[in-house]
């Protein structure tokens, strides 16, 4: 062992010890015949070991590895963590003071080149508490879309601060950060209070310099963007909905990867081949990119010099031939420097146009090819960019939205990673073998994927794309799947380091992880399963620890000793052991499993006497409710501690965002409090074809004990859209496919649903809900089933129709809790959408309007229709103001649903029509 064991009860200033586990690898025997470099031994997955190193490591972020192997590790709220796999411990080893909103707090960790010598470490970061001529703190809460009433534009600049790289000298004696070294390099200017686009990751090019990725800093949901480039310059609203203002301006750091050269001193000067030159007026000379909408995961070759990075896109699931292209993420390589476009150009060089926001009719198309003008009113830097160049590689929702169908379907997260280099004189036994040597890896975080990239030059195209260690190989071997790799980054051993983000947004995810993925050759090593009775509570703390769901994966035997204290002692015993903690600390009780080749395993979990974790609950909303875009939802959470015996409200800390495609979540509103009105988004600003639903989350952290530290818990609450598309199913079974149709609703529909075939959404909650809407084609019997689909239906729908068609049923006995919704039918049906009422109503005279107007789209009728159905139920229950709030959203969306002039003009004419009788009879000015 490199370090000595750890003491028995773990000092506090040590941090905070969390659970872990890992595989300590045994040299790998040699395969004669097999040159390491050859195809077929590199795309064997049997010869791949991916290895857990820690668990439930908070919200994750980013990752460094140090040369021992031990791993450096963030977490949004400030922490530094170090895991220490030959100990199988995680330590909170530094907490640094951020403002932590949306997607702001700790970003990156970075090892300098020369860490060896001079150990130096990066951290990119929000600072809670900011410098002249910034304010001090921030206002809590998020910054609104438009300004209050009385207010003007010196309004926004109480939502002004900056993000900052600093960098810190690391001390072997305490393994942790000196924070008294802080040097700070440079900060970038950014709006805060809004979601999102922070970007914050930090490489080093093959000369030294300095690489940091920014975000625009401009949010998802732009009022009027509508999964387009956000370019909201309408007067009175915020400024940080016009991406331009960043990503499109040479005299702003956001949106870019800046290039420097750090001095000893922590300053920097401004090496040669950047965008512009220094002294150019109007423009920073730290620009190597600009035109970058949240380029998260950025590296550098250190061979070729070629930078890399993946960038996320807009929403929009289909084009508009009004306003621009669809969305697409991108993966980018070059050795020069460019302007990637955004958000003038996106994807394979398509532009928007100047979008009028306040008219909504289109302006001038962007000339991505050509003479690229910034005319935003916020823009401070040059007018004329330097053109746009197209990515490598870009995708989409769907194999046919790009050329590349190797990328398959799902949402898109693309995280950029390192090209690998192999090094012969590397001694570690696990190294990836040469076959790889030159790839450049990327993990994709949406669709749970590892691709790796061949390329002829660094600046060429790329000509090979391969899936790597699929979860298929991962789930047939018994080892951890890829859950939304955040971080990939190869060790100094050669194996690929992988930070798991895990299922949940914004939170602590209890399924997120530290990995190691080795090359290994025959025997595996055991997959350890450790379970606790209790991980928290008051002295005399009886704990009954269970070991024996860990396996093996070639069947080995396996024998176990357990140090139950931390203390390096390991005692042989049982699969099962029990201990009674006397003393109030924090203690890493940790199970050594061996099998009977020698190979050993760790896992440990924190134990934490002296203090009882909270338990926190959202009473409302309830877990899969429904909501439509636009209502105002009562929240409230209810908070017991065994030892606080008031509970600080303030201390509650609550957001609401909206979810798209169960990958990730925009926040849009946080606050403090055990209770609070959200307004959910009346526009969801994603675009029609997306899945979209409301997300709640809320966290308590309690006193702490004496000597125990605080803890926290949270809990989440998903609102779903009352409308569900068909295709957006969280489950389907296999056989199932959803294909592209412009009649449907969201533009694509599932196909042919048969008997034996099923889809699934969950969680779901009927509270309120009457009854059901299906719009279907075909022939068959389309039943709801709660839970599985073995149960007995709860609502049925006949649809015989070769066309779309709607059937409707009430809902006599709703199922009760949150649970599944299992859909099945008996024959052949084409489902578009679900829609959950809270009564089935008539059309009114403005639908009526719609459906006899012309040339309208079938995808705006069923849009907008259910818009108006949904207004006519409100004023029919008497609820006038609900019945305004949907009829005024129908009204801004019209020109842009509604193509041709005539039919806008004629729905148009209803609507206001039916705006005015309402507003005449209730007296609303």
Same mark, same amino acid.
């Given at each position: 062992?490199?370090?000595?064991?750890?003491?028995?009860?773990?000092?506090?200033?040590?941090?905070?010890?969390?659970?872990?586990?890992?595989?300590?690898?045994?040299?790998?025997?040699?395969?004669?015949?097999?040159?390491?470099?050859?195809?077929?031994?590199?795309?064997?997955?049997?010869?791949?070991?991916?290895?857990?190193?820690?668990?439930?490591?908070?919200?994750?972020?980013?990752?460094?590895?140090?040369?021992?192997?031990?791993?450096?590790?963030?977490?949004?709220?400030?922490?530094?963590?170090?895991?220490?796999?030959?100990?199988?411990?995680?330590?909170?080893?530094?907490?640094?003071?951020?403002?932590?909103?949306?997607?702001?707090?700790?970003?990156?960790?970075?090892?300098?080149?020369?860490?060896?010598?001079?150990?130096?470490?990066?951290?990119?970061?929000?600072?809670?508490?900011?410098?002249?001529?910034?304010?001090?703190?921030?206002?809590?809460?998020?910054?609104?879309?438009?300004?209050?009433?009385?207010?003007?534009?010196?309004?926004?600049?109480?939502?002004?601060?900056?993000?900052?790289?600093?960098?810190?000298?690391?001390?072997?004696?305490?393994?942790?950060?000196?924070?008294?070294?802080?040097?700070?390099?440079? *900060?970038?200017?950014?709006?805060?209070?809004?979601?999102?686009?922070?970007?914050?990751?930090?490489?080093?090019?093959?000369?030294?310099?300095?690489?940091?990725?920014?975000?625009?800093?401009?949010?998802?949901?732009?009022?009027?963007?509508?999964?387009?480039?956000?370019?909201?310059?309408?007067?009175?609203?915020?400024?940080?909905?016009?991406?331009?203002?960043?990503?499109?301006?040479?005299?702003?750091?956001?949106?870019?990867?800046?290039?420097?050269?750090?001095?000893?001193?922590?300053?920097?000067?401004?090496?040669?081949?950047?965008?512009?030159?220094?002294?150019?007026?109007?423009?920073?000379?730290?620009?190597?990119?600009?035109?970058?909408?949240?380029?998260?995961?950025?590296?550098?070759?250190?061979?070729?010099?070629?930078?890399?990075?993946?960038?996320?896109?807009?929403?929009?699931?289909?084009?508009?031939?009004?306003?621009?292209?669809?969305?697409?993420?991108?993966?980018?390589?070059?050795?020069?420097?460019?302007?990637?476009?955004?958000?003038?150009?996106?994807?394979?060089?398509?532009?928007?146009?100047?979008?009028?926001?306040?008219?909504?009719?289109?302006?001038?198309?962007?000339?991505?090819?050509?003479?690229?003008?910034?005319?935003?009113?916020?823009?401070?830097?040059?007018?004329?960019?330097?053109?746009?160049?197209?990515?490598?590689?870009?995708?989409?929702?769907?194999?046919?939205?790009?050329?590349?169908?190797?990328?398959?379907?799902?949402?898109?997260?693309?995280?950029?990673?390192?090209?690998?280099?192999?090094?012969?004189?590397?001694?570690?036994?696990?190294?990836?073998?040469?076959?790889?040597?030159?790839?450049?890896?990327?993990?994709?975080?949406?669709?749970?994927?590892?691709?790796?990239?061949?390329?002829?030059?660094?600046?060429?195209?790329?000509?090979?794309?391969?899936?790597?260690?699929?979860?298929?190989?991962?789930?047939?071997?018994?080892?951890?799947?890829?859950?939304?790799?955040?971080?990939?980054?190869?060790?100094?051993?050669?194996?690929?380091?992988?930070?798991?983000?895990?299922?949940?947004?914004?939170?602590?995810?209890?399924?997120?992880?530290?990995? *190691?993925?080795?090359?290994?050759?025959?025997?595996?090593?055991?997959?350890?399963?450790?379970?606790?009775?209790?991980?928290?509570?008051?002295?005399?703390?009886?704990?009954?620890?269970?070991?024996?769901?860990?396996?093996?994966?070639?069947?080995?035997?396996?024998?176990?000793?357990?140090?139950?204290?931390?203390?390096?002692?390991?005692?042989?015993?049982?699969?099962?052991?029990?201990?009674?903690?006397?003393?109030?600390?924090?203690?890493?009780?940790?199970?050594?499993?061996?099998?009977?080749?020698?190979?050993?395993?760790?896992?440990?979990?924190?134990?934490?006497?002296?203090?009882?974790?909270?338990?926190?609950?959202?009473?409302?909303?309830?877990?899969?409710?429904?909501?439509?875009?636009?209502?105002?939802?009562?929240?409230?959470?209810?908070?017991?501690?065994?030892?606080?015996?008031?509970?600080?409200?303030?201390?509650?800390?609550?957001?609401?965002?909206?979810?798209?495609?169960?990958?990730?979540?925009?926040?849009?509103?946080?606050?403090?409090?055990?209770?609070?009105?959200?307004?959910?988004?009346?526009?969801?600003?994603?675009?029609?074809?997306?899945?979209?639903?409301?997300?709640?989350?809320?966290?308590?952290?309690?006193?702490?004990?004496?000597?125990?530290?605080?803890?926290?818990?949270?809990?989440?609450?998903?609102?779903?859209?009352?409308?569900?598309?068909?295709?957006?199913?969280?489950?389907?079974?296999?056989?199932?496919?959803?294909?592209?149709?412009?009649?449907?609703?969201?533009?694509?529909?599932?196909?042919?649903?048969?008997?034996?075939?099923?889809?699934?959404?969950?969680?779901?909650?009927?509270?309120?809900?009457?009854?059901?809407?299906?719009?279907?084609?075909?022939?068959?019997?389309?039943?709801?089933?709660?839970?599985?689909?073995?149960?007995?239906?709860?609502?049925?729908?006949?649809?015989?129709?070769?066309?779309?068609?709607?059937?409707?049923?009430?809902?006599?006995?709703?199922?009760?809790?949150?649970?599944?919704?299992?859909?099945?039918?008996?024959?052949?049906?084409?489902?578009?959408?679900?829609?959950?009422?809270?009564?089935?109503?008539?059309?009114?005279?403005?639908?009526?309007?719609?459906?006899?107007?012309?040339?309208?789209?079938?995808?705006?009728?069923?849009?907008?229709?259910?818009?108006?159905?949904?207004?006519?139920?409100?004023?029919?229950?008497?609820?006038?103001?609900?019945?305004?709030?949907?009829?005024?959203?129908?009204?801004?969306?019209?020109?842009?649903?509604?193509?041709?002039?005539?039919?806008?003009?004629?729905?148009?004419?209803?609507?206001?029509?039916?705006?005015?009788?309402?507003?005449?009879?209730?007296?609303?000015?």
């Amino acid at each position: 062992m490199r370090n000595a064991a750890p003491p028995r009860l773990v000092a506090l200033a040590t941090g905070l010890l969390v659970a872990a586990s890992l595989t300590i690898a045994l040299p790998a025997a040699a395969h004669p015949g097999h040159d390491h470099g050859d195809e077929i031994s590199a795309t064997t997955w049997a010869n791949y070991e991916r290895v857990t190193l820690s668990r439930d490591v908070g919200e994750p972020i980013d990752l460094a590895v140090l040369p021992d192997s031990r791993v450096l590790h963030t977490t949004r709220n400030g922490q530094v963590r170090l895991t220490d796999p030959a100990q199988g411990t995680t330590s909170i080893v530094n907490t640094i003071d951020v403002y932590a909103n949306s997607e702001d707090g700790l970003q990156t960790v970075t090892l300098d080149p020369d860490f060896a010598t001079n150990k130096w470490v990066y951290l990119y970061y929000a600072p809670r508490v900011m410098v002249a001529p910034y304010p001090t703190t921030t206002a809590t809460g998020s910054a609104p879309n438009t300004l209050p009433a009385g207010a003007d534009a010196s309004y926004w600049e109480q939502w002004k601060g900056y993000n900052q790289l600093s960098r810190f000298t690391w001390n072997d004696a305490t393994n942790s950060l000196d924070l008294s070294t802080q040097q700070d390099i440079i *900060r970038v200017e950014v709006q805060r209070g809004q979601c999102c686009h922070v970007a914050g990751d930090v490489a080093f090019d093959k000369d030294g310099n300095l690489l940091l990725a920014t975000g625009d800093n401009t949010p998802a949901g732009t009022p009027g963007a509508n999964g387009m480039a956000p370019m909201n310059d309408r007067v009175g609203y915020n400024p940080g909905l016009d991406s331009r203002r960043g990503a499109g301006n040479s005299n702003d750091l956001r949106g870019k990867i800046l290039r420097i050269d750090v001095q000893d001193d922590g300053s920097y000067t401004i090496p040669s081949g950047n965008l512009f030159a220094p002294g150019t007026a109007g423009a920073r000379a730290e620009i190597f990119a600009m035109g970058l909408r949240n380029p998260f995961r950025i590296d550098a070759d250190p061979v070729t010099g070629a930078i890399t990075w993946g960038d996320y896109g807009p929403d929009a699931g289909t084009a508009n031939p009004e306003r621009g292209p669809m969305g697409y993420v991108e993966w980018q390589s070059t050795t020069v420097p460019i302007n990637g476009g955004w958000p003038f150009c996106h994807g394979p060089n398509a532009n928007y146009n100047d979008w009028d926001y306040e008219l909504l009719v289109p302006g001038a198309w962007y000339d991505c090819n050509g003479t690229l003008v910034n005319n935003s009113p916020y823009n401070t830097g040059l007018s004329t960019l330097p053109s746009a160049t197209a990515p490598q590689l870009y995708y989409g929702d769907q194999p046919t939205h790009q050329p590349w169908p190797e990328f398959g379907s799902g949402g898109q997260g693309p995280m950029g990673g390192p090209t690998y280099r192999y090094d012969e004189e590397n001694p570690a036994t696990t190294k990836f073998p040469a076959y790889w040597d030159g790839k450049a890896f990327m993990a994709e975080f949406s669709r749970d994927r590892i691709f790796a990239f061949t390329q002829d030059t660094a600046d060429g195209p790329v000509t090979r794309i391969q899936d790597f260690l699929p979860n298929a190989a991962l789930t047939a071997a018994g080892m951890p799947i890829w859950d939304n790799p955040i971080d990939i980054e190869f060790g100094p051993d050669g194996s690929l380091y992988v930070l798991d983000y895990g299922d949940g947004f914004f939170r602590p995810n209890p399924d997120s992880g530290l990995y *190691r993925v080795d090359y290994v050759e025959g025997t595996k090593g055991p997959r350890v399963d450790l379970q606790a009775s209790v991980t928290s509570g008051q002295a005399p703390l009886a704990v009954e620890f269970d070991a024996s769901g860990s396996k093996h994966p070639d069947g080995l035997a396996l024998s176990f000793a357990w140090d139950v204290e931390g203390d390096g002692t390991f005692t042989p015993g049982p699969a099962t052991t029990s201990h009674t903690y006397t003393e109030e600390g924090q203690y890493a009780a940790r199970v050594q499993v061996t099998d009977s080749s020698g190979r050993v395993s760790l896992a440990s979990v924190t134990i934490t006497v002296g203090n009882t974790a909270p338990v926190i609950e959202i009473v409302t909303p309830v877990d899969g409710s429904f909501v439509d875009w636009g209502d105002r939802v009562q929240f409230e959470v209810k908070v017991t501690d065994a030892e606080d015996e008031v509970i600080d409200c303030s201390r509650v800390l609550w957001s609401y965002g909206l979810g798209h495609d169960n990958t990730h979540t925009h926040p849009l509103f946080t606050g403090s409090g055990c209770t609070a009105v959200v307004e959910t988004s009346l526009e969801a600003g994603h675009g029609e074809t997306e899945n979209i639903y409301g997300q709640i989350g809320a966290s308590y952290t309690d006193l702490g004990g004496a000597v125990a530290p605080e803890l926290t818990s949270d809990d989440v609450a998903l609102l779903n859209p009352r409308e569900l598309q068909a295709e957006h199913a969280d489950a389907r079974s296999d056989g199932t496919t959803v294909v592209d149709d412009e009649s449907a609703a969201g533009f694509r529909k599932l196909t042919d649903l048969g008997p034996g075939e099923w889809l699934a959404y969950e969680p779901v909650e009927f509270g309120g809900i009457t009854g059901v809407e299906l719009r279907a084609a075909g022939e068959g019997e389309v039943s709801l089933h709660w839970g599985d689909a073995g149960a007995e239906p709860f609502a049925t729908f006949a649809v015989d129709s070769a066309d779309w068609s709607l059937a409707s049923t009430p809902l006599i006995e709703v199922p009760e809790g949150t649970g599944r919704v299992v859909v099945t039918s008996t024959g052949g049906v084409d489902l578009d959408r679900f829609l959950f009422t809270t009564s089935i109503a008539d059309v009114d005279a403005a639908l009526t309007a719609l459906r006899q107007s012309g040339d309208v789209t079938n995808g705006a009728l069923v849009s907008l229709g259910m818009r108006l159905d949904r207004a006519a139920a409100a004023y029919a229950a008497g609820d006038t103001a609900k019945a305004l709030t949907e009829l005024r959203f129908v009204r801004t969306q019209i020109p842009e649903r509604v193509e041709n002039l005539d039919a806008r003009a004629v729905l148009l004419r209803a609507v206001e029509a039916v705006i005015a009788d309402i507003e005449q009879a209730i007296a609303v000015p």
